[in-house]
């Protein structure tokens, strides 16, 4: 029994440590939009994504244009013909857990820092200062990472071009909102606390149950004495 104990307590470890997260945005990388090799397109509308404000309209997905993507073969330049808002709801997340935010930032090339900039925001709130640079050859792509907590009901994460509204501006990629996993000692710890429960000697655990069932005894018998 022992044995069998342990050795499901490092299966549960071994699983922990090569389990990847999972990504709770939809189309996080902006892949869902057809846009051949070499092209772009301002489309109305995108899987998971929501237009939130202008005065720039849909969304430009880029395909290997004015700098190649940071993850699969699209981005996003996030001002379109004018700066544009855009963002993702969720109505799943869990009130008051802390998530794990991350994407990809690059201003557009051969561009000044004062069109590229661009804002991140957690159900309104501006989370960072404005991300700008002045941009060189090709995409030069930073990640940038946050721990949000999520309010109840609806989350709304949201990007915004903020920098000269002329159609060229900072460009997005590969935004991912995850679990926020335990520390890797943290984890060991929890770990080895259950294996060790579990692996108790048989006379301490009967002596815990009888703990158990005398104060249980002692309860029922007080409440009957107070009928």
């Given at each position: ?225 107070q009928a």
């Amino acid at each position: 029994m022992k044995r069998t104990l342990s050795l499901v307590a490092l299966l549960a470890a071994t699983a922990f440590a090569h389990a990847g997260p999972v990504n709770l945005l939809a189309n996080g990388s902006f892949e869902s939009t057809i846009v051949a090799n070499g092209s772009w397109t301002n489309t109305s509308s995108i899987a998971g994504w929501a237009w939130l404000a202008g005065p720039g309209t849909g969304f430009e997905v880029r395909n290997n244009v004015a700098g190649a993507a940071q993850d699969g073969s699209n981005y996003l330049e996030l001002d379109t013909n004018g700066n544009t808002t855009i963002g993702q709801y969720m109505s799943s997340l869990s009130a008051g857990a802390a998530y794990d935010l991350s994407f990809w930032y690059s201003p557009r090339e051969f561009q000044a820092a004062s069109t590229n900039g661009i804002q991140v925001y957690w159900n309104g709130l501006l989370l960072d200062a404005t991300l700008t640079g002045l941009g060189g050859n090709g995409n030069a792509w930073t990640r940038h990472q946050y721990q949000v907590v999520a309010q109840s009901g609806t989350n709304l994460l949201s990007f915004s071009s903020v920098g000269s509204s002329d159609s060229v501006g900072g460009n997005l990629d590969n935004v991912s909102l995850v679990n926020r996993v335990p520390e890797p000692g943290t984890l060991a710890l929890t770990l080895a606390a259950l294996a060790a429960v579990f692996t108790l000697p048989g006379r301490l655990r009967r002596h815990a149950e009888q703990r158990r069932a005398t104060a249980l005894a002692s309860t029922l018998a007080r409440d009957n004495g107070q009928a």
